[in-house]
């Protein structure tokens, strides 16, 4: 009983069966192949386009100074400087996650905003900016996106160029204001070395007080003399790896690849449409 029944559904789909219903219902293939064809068609050429620009930024190294650390903790920080001895891999962290958060300033994203010839807000430029970090290799990807080549990348171009010169500036500025808090340290100091030198006590209180105070103001000389002459290298310990292009091709269009899509997708969507009724027809007997 079972054979027959599966035999008596085989026969349904025969070949000249496919055929007959093909030639009855060609005008049901034709409707629903050239609504869905048409409707693909204006998807694939109404669509705007995106385009993404890429750079990246490489963190060159960071820096040790017992010293710098020990009397100036914040100011060595800002400036990728730490003590011997710390985790080189969790301070690489600390200062590539702290470029990503930079990035994304709000002060910064102004600042661009202002020098593109288009407009477009801190809110929109913060979702066209995307970042990927390489900690391997200490390096920072960064992805514009926008709806034209030459805006993608103006965005990233301005966007990483204005980034290092505010960064190199503040940096500088962190060098200079730290050689003048040393500078009024020494002074202080040294007048202090001069009052406790004319001071009558017991010679012993007197060497150690001099010689605590002269190690301090040879150490902060020492600070002093390091900032001057690494300035350049503390000031530029990020650079770009790779400069940003503007794109030849939109990441969302890809016209040939789409229209055969829409082809193979009209011809189903035909087939569908002219045989199923048909498949479930003896079902409903």
Known sequence: MNEKKISGFRNIIKLKDMVSVSVRKKWVFIGFFLVVLIIGLLFTFIKTPVYQSYSALRLK??????NLYKYFPEEARALGIFAPGMEIEELESE???GITKDIRDDVLLDDVSAKLDFEINKDKLNEAISTLIDRGNKVIAITATYSNAEGSYKINNILINTYLENS???????????ILKINGRVTALEQQFEDAESQNEGAEDIESELDSINNLIIDLNEI??????????????????????????????DNFK????????????????VYIPNVFAPFKK
Request: aromatic letters at 8%; charged letters at 25%; zero cysteines.
């Open 168 to 178: 190199r500036n503040e940096k500088s500025q962190i060098i200079e204001d730290s």
């Open 258 to 273: 789409s229209i055969l899509i829409t082809v193979f997708a009209a011809i189903a969507v035909g087939l569908i449409a």
């Open 61 to 66: 190294d960071i820096y040790y100074e017992e």
């Open 95 to 97: 200062i590539l996650n």
């Open 224 to 253: 002093k003399y390091n900032l001057e002459n690494n300035k350049e290298v503390y000031i530029n310990n990020v650079e770009i790896s790779e400069e940003p292009v503007i794109p030849v091709d939109a990441i969302n269009i």
